[in-house]
Every structure is written in C-alpha cells, then in structure tokens.
Antibody, heavy 116, light 113 residues
Framework: EVLLVESGGTLVQPGGSLRLSCAAS????????MNWVRQAPGKGLEWVAN????????YYLDSVRGRFTISRDNAKHSLYLQMDSLRVEDTALYYC?????????WGQGTLVTVSS | DVLLTQSPLSLPVTLGQPASISCRSS???????????LNWFRQRPGQSPRRLIY???NRDSGVPDRFSGSGSDTDFTLKISRVEAEDVGIYYC??????????FGQGTRLEIK
C-alpha cells in the first residue's frame, strides 16, 4: 500500500519557521519527483515546490523562493519543506505528492496556520 | 505563468447524465518534447486530490472508463459519460508543460441535482 504521511504542521507566528516532513512507503521513493502543494482554507490547489529524484534540482513558486527550502533523503524515504519568514498568506493545508508519468500519489496533508 | 481557466465553476448534474468541464490555457501546452502535460484531478469532500487523467487523455489506474480527457494546444475537456454519486467533488486541471510554476485551474465543483 502506498502511503505518504505529512507531519510538522502547527500554529506559528508571522516571521516564524517550521519544518514539514513527509514519510513515504509502498513505492520506490527514489524514482519519483516529489512536490509540495498547498490549499488555503476554502481555496484551490497551489503548487509550492518540487525536487527531482536525486535531490539535485529544486524549483519554487515565486512567492516562496528564498523563504522555503525543499529537500529529500532517499535513504529515509522522506521529503522535507523548511519554511522560514512565514506570512499569514502561507496558511494552508500542505500536501506532499509524488509523481511519475503513470503514477501519482498524494498524502493527507498537514495544516500550517500562520497567525499572531 | 500559464493561466488555466476552467468552466463552468459549478456543475449541477442529474445522476446518469453526462458532464463536461472545459480547461483553457493562456498559451499552448505543447512541450518542446512534443508531449502535452495536461492532467485532471478530482478532490472529493474532505479528501486529498487524486489524479484521474494524465497527458490529456490517459486514464490513471483504477479510473472508470466513463471518464475521458481530450483536447489539444490550449483547449481541453474532461467528460464523464454517466455521472454517479461518487463523482461529487471539485475537479482541477493542471499543466506541467511550462514550469515553474506548475499551475492549476481554479476548480469546478460538481454536484448532484
């Protein structure tokens, strides 16, 4: 069974930092591009960042570039998102998602709330 | 950034009737490798998104054949031949041809009349 389990979401003040984790199992993690996608309350889907199979290539949404850092540890089958200088508008449910041409897996999400 | 515009935004459908959702792109989604990376997702209430269609017209594993995707260049369509109760949710198109950023349409809410 494929599982992606996100963790690390919580309430944080504006300007604060948070590290999200995503633990993968049931598929060959090291072969997949991995993404973070977020969904603000009552809103649509917004891609945040992704990373290639070996972790060398990373890409970001303009509004998070320089504040967020995506990384992965293939030995631990884990994906991470370091979030710094958080803003109220970063409040959302953050999903990790793994993508191959013929396969696409999503976790259940972890909620990040940025508020004073 | 590539803008994807879905219509309609709300789609009430009678059980057993067909449904169609349009996704129009602000630019051609034909990638330099010749492929068109336009996918469709469904998000049921309270659940994570699930991909239904990849590269315009390819159904993901386990997706019923009443779902079909079509289109080219800037104009794409998701069709459901006969809507069932389990099809309720929000449908999103997504493009991966010109990124970053990967972009999604604003979503179409399908409900049963």
């Amino acid at each position: 069974e494929v599982l992606l389990v996100e963790s690390g979401g919580t309430l944080v003040q504006p300007g604060g930092s948070l590290r999200l984790s995503c633990a993968a199992s049931g598929f060959t993690f090291s072969k997949f591009w991995m993404n973070w996608v977020r969904q603000a309350p009552g809103k649509g889907l917004e891609w945040v960042a992704n990373i290639n199979e070996d972790g060398i290539k990373t890409y970001y949404l303009d509004s998070v570039r320089g504040r967020f850092t995506i990384s992965r540890d293939n030995a631990k089958h884990s994906l991470y998102l370091q979030m710094d200088s958080l803003r109220v508008e970063d409040t959302a449910l953050y999903y990790c998602a793994g993508t191959l041409v013929t396969d696409d897996y999503w976790g259940q999400g972890t909620l990040v709330t940025v508020s004073s | 950034d590539v803008l994807l515009t879905q219509s309609p935004l709300s789609l009430p459908v009678t059980l057993g009737q067909p449904a169609s959702i349009s996704c129009r792109s602000s630019e051609s989604l034909v990638h330099s490798d010749g492929n068109t990376y336009l996918n469709w997702f469904r998000q049921r209430p309270g659940q994570s998104p699930r991909r239904l269609i990849y590269r315009v017209s390819n159904r993901d594993s386990g997706v019923p054949d009443r779902f079909s995707g079509s289109g080219s260049d800037t104009d794409f369509t998701l069709k459901i031949s006969r809507v069932e109760a389990e099809d309720v949710g929000i449908y999103y198109c997504m493009q991966g041809s010109h990124w970053p950023p990967i972009t999604f349409g604003q979503g179409t809410r399908l409900e049963i009349k």
